[in-house]
């Protein structure tokens, strides 16, 4: 899928630079794994299983950093056409809004321009990401008790960003020739945050109906 959403989608857009695994350590190998089951053309269900013998944390850091990656790729490309004008709040539609807090600067819920939301998003996610003691690298060094409540609010707000992306800016996406490749993006994504469990059912709720559709 790098290749498909290469192809498609114009690299210097990238919202924010890619965050690489560094060669030689388990989590690249892991990443390698992931990247040649994904090109295989294997059933995605089936890509996001967890390898037999290998640590369940590494593997879900692995996709959290991928999936950061690969979204942070099509928001980029139609970042263009999200502006304050065109988009003054963080939504889904009439239904859903989000409101930014980060307990920093933004210390309540707060209304924001999508673009301006997006920008606060993709900085948390990759301070968490680049934070050692959350994401550690090191062979041997243990990942900490909260890990998996992190990557859950990770993904639980990039959730937000295909929200955004699918309601909002689709005509975009399409004009690029690039529907598919943000579904099979989707999709992959889906399959694993169900594989383990690491949304609540809930807050997929924005995207229910397209999600029957493309994920049975």
């Given at each position: 899928?790098?290749?498909?959403?290469?192809?498609?989608?114009?690299?210097?857009?990238?919202?924010?630079?890619?965050?690489?695994?560094?060669?030689?350590?388990?989590?690249?190998?892991?990443?390698?794994?992931?990247?040649?089951?994904?090109?295989?053309?294997?059933?995605?269900?089936?890509?996001?299983?967890?390898?037999?013998?290998?640590?369940?944390?590494?593997?879900?850091?692995?996709?959290?950093?991928?999936?950061?990656?690969?979204?942070?790729?099509?928001?980029?490309?139609?970042?263009?056409?999200?502006?304050?004008?065109?988009?003054?709040?963080?939504?889904?539609?009439?239904?859903?809004?989000?409101?930014?807090?980060?307990?920093?600067?933004?210390?309540?819920?707060?209304?924001?321009?999508?673009?301006?939301?997006?920008?606060?998003?993709?900085?948390?996610?990759?301070?968490?990401?680049?934070?050692?003691?959350?994401?550690?690298?090191?062979?041997?060094?243990?990942?900490?008790?909260?890990?998996?409540?992190?990557?859950?609010?990770?993904?639980?707000?990039?959730?937000?960003?295909?929200?955004?992306?699918?309601?909002?800016?689709?005509?975009?996406?399409?004009?690029?020739?690039?529907?598919?490749?943000?579904?099979?993006?989707?999709?992959?994504?889906?399959?694993?945050?169900?594989?383990?469990?690491?949304?609540?059912?809930s807050e997929l709720q924005p995207l229910k109906a397209m999600t029957e559709r493309i994920c049975t």
């Amino acid at each position: 899928m790098d290749l498909c959403l290469g192809q498609v989608f114009s690299k210097d857009k990238t919202f924010r630079p890619r965050k690489r695994f560094e060669p030689g350590n388990q989590r690249f190998e892991l990443y390698k794994k992931a990247q040649a089951s994904l090109k295989s053309g294997l059933d995605l269900r089936s890509v996001v299983q967890l390898p037999q013998g290998e640590n369940i944390n590494d593997w879900i850091a692995v996709h959290v950093v991928d999936f950061f990656n690969r979204i942070n790729l099509i928001y980029g490309t139609v970042s263009e056409f999200c502006t304050e004008r065109s988009c003054p709040v963080m939504s889904g539609g009439q239904r859903y809004e989000y409101r930014w807090k980060d307990n920093n600067l933004y210390k309540k819920p707060t209304k924001l321009p999508a673009l301006k939301y997006m920008s606060l998003l993709m900085n948390w996610i990759e301070t968490l990401i680049n934070n050692e003691d959350i994401f550690p690298t090191r062979v041997g060094v243990p990942f900490p008790k909260n890990f998996q409540q992190v990557c859950k609010k990770i993904l639980s707000r990039l959730f937000r960003v295909f929200v955004h992306v699918y309601i909002h800016h689709f005509d975009s996406i399409c004009s690029m020739g690039a529907e598919a490749h943000v579904n099979t993006c989707y999709k992959h994504y889906y399959y694993f945050i169900t594989e383990f469990s690491l949304i609540e059912h809930s807050e997929l709720q924005p995207l229910k109906a397209m999600t029957e559709r493309i994920c049975t």
